[in-house]
């Protein structure tokens, strides 16, 4: 088994639940600060994406203290710089 595919396979598991709007864990938040984007955002396709309220998922990870940088995309999903900076101010 991959590293990537066991760093995404152990965030999944400790994130799930974020997907129904439940607070991160500590075990979540830990997961988003050392897993690398590559190894996520490489599977994240189109329909994974159309799942995925992108700027919820950002705000969780930033309330896990990991930056996400302006111009961001993961999967087929690209991050603005206007909205980076709403999302940060209205998720904090």
Do not use: W
Request: glycine fraction near 2%; charged fraction near 20%; charge should be positive.
């Amino acid at each position: 088994m991959s590293v990537c595919h066991q760093e995404r396979k152990v965030l999944v598991s400790a994130c799930k639940p974020v997907v129904y709007r439940v607070r991160p864990s500590a075990f979540c938040c830990q997961r988003l600060r050392v897993t690398h984007y590559e190894c996520a955002c490489r599977k994240i396709t189109p329909k994974i994406a159309s799942f995925i309220d992108v700027n919820y998922a950002i705000s969780v990870i930033q309330r896990c203290d990991r930056r996400v940088p302006p111009h961001f995309k993961c999967g087929s999903k690209f991050l603005s710089s206007h909205n980076y900076s709403q999302i940060c101010y209205m998720y904090t």
